[in-house]
T-cell receptor, first 114, second 112 residues
Framework: NAGVTQTPKFRVLKTGQSMTLLCAQD?????MYWYRQDPGMGLRLIHY???????AKGEVPDGYNVSRLKKQNFLLGLESAAPSQTSVYFC?????????????FGPGTRLTVL | GENVEQHPSTLSVQEGDSAVIKCTYS??????FPWYKQELGKRPQLIIDIRSNVGEKKDQRIAVTLNKTAKHFSLHITETQPEDSAVYFC???????????FGKGTLLTVNP
């Protein structure tokens, strides 16, 4: 099993450009999450999904959109990138049932917005 | 929503010493408290977790304690080794049961 994978690993954008980050998991997890990690700020939840076709806002959703058309994929979109969105983005997934809450993280995407 | 405070932000110890990292949470309905380790340039990985019906859990050199009344939990690492050097994050799962709130992390450095 590949676990949680993310595409791309690195990306440089200019202000105003758009892009989509792809997260895929092969563990049949119901719940998927997008976090951003900035120095000294820990991991902050952007958006999450509790099942195929569902999405919800997290702590810092502004400037991002998400879609979960297939259970195994969770896409994060930036419509008009800003320098403040320079960060490392992590996707995670979990079963979501109370007894199995462990979140498995992807390798991360390092995004720089110039 | 849930708020998780983590201290200290940096911790430096000598190899063989113990390290303790403390976290407090605000939501009394929180019932699951994991700890993640993140090595430089890598993804966070779960190292130990504890549920609200347990006061302490141990796994070899690492242990976690939970005080529900005071709403705080701690990570204890004994006999530290250089490979323990990493950023450690605590987290709490709120009453919604699917959103983790993370602390801001502790950079642990173990000096040989």
């Amino acid at each position: 099993n590949a676990g949680v994978t993310q595409t791309p690993k690195f990306r440089v954008l200019k202000t105003g450009q758009s892009m989509t980050l792809l997260c895929a998991q092969d563990m049949n997890h119901e719940y998927m999450y997008w976090y951003r990690q900035d120095p000294g700020m820990g991991l902050r939840l952007i958006h999450y999904s509790v099942g195929e076709g569902t999405t919800a806002k997290g702590e810092v959703p502004d400037g991002y959109n998400v879609s979960r058309l297939k259970k195994q994929n969770f896409l994060l979109g930036l419509e008009s990138a800003a320098p403040s969105q320079t960060s490392v983005y992590f996707c995670a997934s979990s079963y979501g049932v109370a007894a199995y809450n462990e979140q498995f993280f992807g390798p991360g995407t390092r995004l720089t917005v110039l | 929503g849930e708020n998780v405070e983590q201290h200290p932000s940096t911790l430096s110890v000598q190899e063989g010493d113990s390290a303790v990292i403390k976290c407090t949470y605000s939501d009394s309905a929180s019932n699951y408290f994991p700890w993640y380790k993140q090595e430089l340039g890598k993804r966070p990985q779960l190292i130990i977790d504890i549920r609200s019906n347990v006061g302490e859990k141990k796994d070899q050199r690492i242990a976690v304690t939970l005080n529900k009344t005071a709403k705080h939990f701690s990570l204890h690492i004994t006999e530290t080794q250089p490979e323990d050097s990493a950023v450690y994050f605590c987290a709490a799962l709120g009453g919604s049961n699917y959103k983790l709130t993370f602390g801001k992390g502790t950079l642990l450095t173990v000096n040989p």
